[in-house]
């Protein structure tokens, strides 16, 4: 996709409209106060929010949760699960008819859960036009034939993130400042060799495509000028010289080893786990995880955040989630009525400041965001999101997408792992993989 004006691009027609709010940063703490609940009567009774988080999360859904009850009546219990057990536990509790109200799920899971019908119509809970506040693409993404079946809450991406001591022990003096000067591939590989040389006691460099997270080795496809499947959705597209580029690329990383050997892609081995160690030099990672690294890393060492390589072409994942409300819930109204206060403009934002990830909704996009931590690294992650291609944001929301972030994790371990593994082998599961998920 080429580059666009940042405004241009979240507000123009269709999918692409999945990006982010891109209003100035300020260095304000960005406390704030939940907004107060719309004035259409009091409610009763207690609803559950199933959700995972990081301690910054957990913390801003409980205080949005608190402010709902003061100005509703209603209860709301926030239940926090690991990230890598939510998808498990939910299923589980779907299947045995014992279902949360509400859960939080990422924009690529939604439309499996809706098509085997989790998912509770919400047509006639948040009225005509409510989805006019959203950015087009992500509301599209929350919708069933047109109904809709939850909330957009809020967007991600990934960019890279580095440290600045290992840099400057490797003579790495500058880094890119702009998407146009955003490295090359030849020029990564460049700095993870000089980084490597330095003999900084840690890796060069990890991904973040661990699990869930898969689908992120996209963003390196689409950067080759490759897709996963074609227009219409129906069909792989990955048996093109593109997308072997990515592979051939991909794998030289661990080949080189410049890559993380055990940061692999099936298991939980997650790089912003690892990097506060500085046993790796830069890690691809969400801005949502600027938090919970900066306190880990405290006063350890300096670091910054800097845009993803390029290719052919500039590219970068849709990450982010939304509220669902289950078919399951006994009360559906309170349900739904809590699932719109979390995205009122004055929550939203609220819970992206306090988060460190990135607003959907059209009427924040000229807004000043005061995030509460570094806010002095979220311009880049903005800007990064304006790379997403139409076509990737198209693909990550088609209702077989979890099992094509499967297909992922079943193959790639092997191929990055083993030197001796052909690309034809590997396109050829993958092909395999995805189209059995899509005739699923």
């Not at 490295?183 to 900084?200: G, S």
Request: hydrophobic fraction near 40%; glycine fraction near 8%; charged fraction near 20%.
């Amino acid at each position: 996709m080429t580059a666009l004006s940042r405004r241009s691009f979240l507000m123009g027609a269709g999918l692409t409209g999945a990006a982010v709010a891109t209003g100035a940063c300020s260095s304000d703490s960005g406390t704030g106060s939940p907004a107060s609940a719309p004035s259409t009567g009091p409610l009763t009774g207690t609803v559950s929010l199933t959700t995972w988080g990081s301690d910054q999360e957990i913390a801003t859904f409980k205080k949005i949760a608190a402010a709902f009850t003061a100005a509703r009546g209603a209860s709301v219990k926030v239940e926090v699960l690991p990230y890598d057990q939510i998808r498990t536990v939910v299923d589980r509790r779907l299947q045995a008819k014992q279902a949360p109200d509400l859960f939080r799920v990422s924009y690529t899971d939604v439309s499996g859960y809706a098509q085997n019908g989790a998912l509770a119509d919400l047509t006639d809970y948040l009225g005509k036009g409510f989805g006019d506040a959203f950015f087009p693409g992500l509301w599209n993404a929350v919708t069933l034939d047109g109904a809709p079946v939850g909330v957009p809450h809020h967007t991600d991406t990934s960019a890279l993130v580095y440290n600045k001591a290992h840099f400057a022990k490797a003579g790495i003096t500058s880094v890119p400042t702009t998407l146009e000067t955003a490295w090359t591939w030849d020029e990564l590989v460049e700095v993870l060799q000089r980084l490597k040389a330095a003999d900084t006691g840690a890796a060069p460099f990890a991904f973040n495509y661990q699990l869930y997270g898969a689908y992120r080795w996209f963003n390196t496809l689409f950067q080759a000028g490759g897709t996963v499947l074609d227009g219409g959705q129906k069909t792989p597209t990955l048996d093109t010289d593109q997308a072997k580029a990515a592979l051939t690329w991909t794998q030289s990383l661990y080949t080189k080893k410049l890559h993380a050997e055990s940061v692999l892609v099936k298991r939980p081995t997650y790089p912003d786990e690892i990097f506060p160690t500085q046993k790796i030099s830069m890690i691809q990672a969400g801005d949502f995880l600027i938090p919970s690294l900066q306190t880990a890393i405290g006063k350890k060492f300096d670091w910054g955040v800097t845009y993803l390589p390029r290719n052919v072409a500039a590219a970068t994942d849709l990450g982010g989630n939304a509220i669902v409300v289950t078919d399951q819930s006994k009360n559906k109204a309170v349900a739904a009525e809590f699932a719109k206060f979390l995205v009122t403009a004055e929550n939203m934002k609220l819970f992206c400041e306090q988060t460190t990830v990135l607003p959907v909704r059209k009427d924040l996009v000229d807004k000043t965001l005061s995030y509460a931590t570094r806010p002095d690294l979220m311009p880049v992650f903005q800007k990064q999101a304006t790379t997403m291609p139409d076509a990737l944001v198209k693909t990550s929301t088609v209702a077989a997408f979890p099992g094509i972030n499967q297909a992922l994790v079943d193959t790639m371990d092997q191929f990055l792992s083993n030197p001796s593994a052909g690309v034809d082998s590997v396109v050829s599961s993958l092909t395999a993989g995805i189209d059995k998920a899509l005739k699923v």
